[in-house]
């Protein structure tokens, strides 16, 4: 689902700024130093007197009081004209606060969509048209090398969701894994399955059951060791839970961490359910609580 598949960007994105940088810098010309440490910054871009501005992810390089460059992740799966024009927002707002380079770059999973934002966007101010940096599937270097996996499981993660059909992709990703701490093994293993397309998800479970390979992550052996009865209540509680983000975000309704986190760890299918039915009438996305 979109808001599975957007999750995990976020997460692997805001996990492993370098990477993503890397991938902006391969595809456009843009200064973002190279050896300079990122830190997560509040993603709150205010251009009062309109409304506050949320991008997905912000980190700053350099002296917080006097950062050197702004760089903006935004993860996209569709086409959406009114989030199109909200990124020279981001630019222009973020720019006047701080006075440096500021970069947006668009990750999206879909290859559409990434060429969609990675045309020119054209803005009522004479003068000012924003390049906007996106990165798509055929941005993402096939990782078939297992030291260039197991240095960089970010991209590796990343190049199962674009090439994960491709011959050897999977193996070198878990045989790259092999080399990481369990810690991290699990959390790479989890954001490629949760990034990756229902087919390559299924090779994912078929590689972690078979003997030949160990369960190295626990998301994967929590995911796939329940009986068949309980995989499948599972994933019913799953599917309405992405269900009802989905419809929120179709409607605009804002979601914030709380409230997703509240969808996200309830376990009750019927009151998920019940929620479901709330989300497409609701004014206010908590109010699906009430329902």
């Given at each position: 689902?979109?808001?599975?598949?957007?999750?995990?960007?976020?997460?692997?994105?805001?996990?492993?700024?370098?990477?993503?940088?890397?991938?902006?810098?391969?595809?456009?010309?843009?200064?973002?130093?190279?050896?300079?440490?990122?830190?997560?910054?509040?993603?709150?871009?205010?251009?009062?007197?309109?409304?506050?501005?949320?991008?997905?992810?912000?980190?700053?390089?350099?002296?917080?009081?006097?950062?050197?460059?702004?760089?903006?992740?935004e993860v996209q799966h569709g086409k959406d004209e009114g989030k199109r024009r909200q990124i020279p927002r981001y630019a222009a707002a973020l720019w006047l606060f701080h006075r440096c380079t500021t970069i947006i770059a668009v990750f999206s999973p879909d290859q559409a969509a990434a060429d969609y934002y990675s045309e020119p966007i054209a803005t009522e101010l004479p003068g000012y048209t924003f390049p906007p940096v996106a990165i798509g599937p055929k941005d993402i270097p096939l990782v078939e090398d297992v030291d260039t996996a197991a240095a960089d499981?970010?991209?590796?993660?990343?190049?199962?969701?674009?090439?994960?059909?491709?011959?050897?992709?999977?193996?070198?990703?878990?045989?790259?894994?092999?080399?990481?701490?369990?810690?991290?093994?699990?959390?790479?293993?989890?954001?490629?399955?949760?990034?990756?397309?229902?087919?390559?998800?299924?090779?994912?479970?078929?590689?972690?059951?078979?003997?030949?390979?160990?369960?190295?992550?626990?998301?994967?052996?929590?995911?796939?060791?329940?009986?068949?009865?309980?995989?499948?209540?599972?994933?019913?509680?799953?599917?309405?839970?992405?269900?009802?983000?989905?419809?929120?975000?179709?409607?605009?309704?804002?979601?914030?961490?709380?409230?997703?986190?509240?969808?996200?760890?309830?376990?009750?299918?019927?009151?998920?359910?019940?929620?479901?039915?709330?989300?497409?009438?609701?004014?206010?996305?908590?109010?699906?609580?009430?329902?």
């Open positions: 689902m979109p808001s599975q598949r957007h999750d995990a960007a976020k997460d692997l994105a805001a996990d492993s700024p370098q990477t993503i940088a890397r991938l902006v810098r391969m595809k456009a010309d843009v200064e973002i130093r190279p050896d300079a440490p990122f830190r997560m910054e509040k993603n709150e871009v205010n251009d009062r007197p309109s409304t506050d501005l949320f991008p997905d992810i912000v980190f700053s390089q350099g002296f917080p009081s006097h950062p050197s460059g702004i760089f903006v992740v499981p970010a991209l590796a993660a990343l190049s199962v969701m674009a090439h994960g059909t491709a011959p050897g992709v999977l193996e070198t990703f878990m045989e790259g894994l092999t080399r990481l701490e369990a810690s991290d093994s699990s959390k790479y293993y989890e954001y490629a399955y949760r990034l990756a397309s229902q087919q390559v998800k299924n090779n994912l479970e078929a590689a972690v059951s078979s003997s030949a390979w160990p369960v190295y992550s626990p998301f994967a052996k929590e995911h796939f060791s329940k009986g068949r009865e309980e995989g499948r209540e599972e994933g019913v509680i799953h599917e309405r839970a992405s269900a009802i983000l989905d419809i929120l975000h179709a409607r605009g309704k804002a979601v914030d961490d709380g409230i997703r986190a509240r969808i996200t760890a309830c376990t009750d299918g019927e009151k998920l359910r019940t929620w479901l039915f709330a989300a497409a009438t609701v004014e206010n996305a908590e109010d699906i609580f009430d329902a």
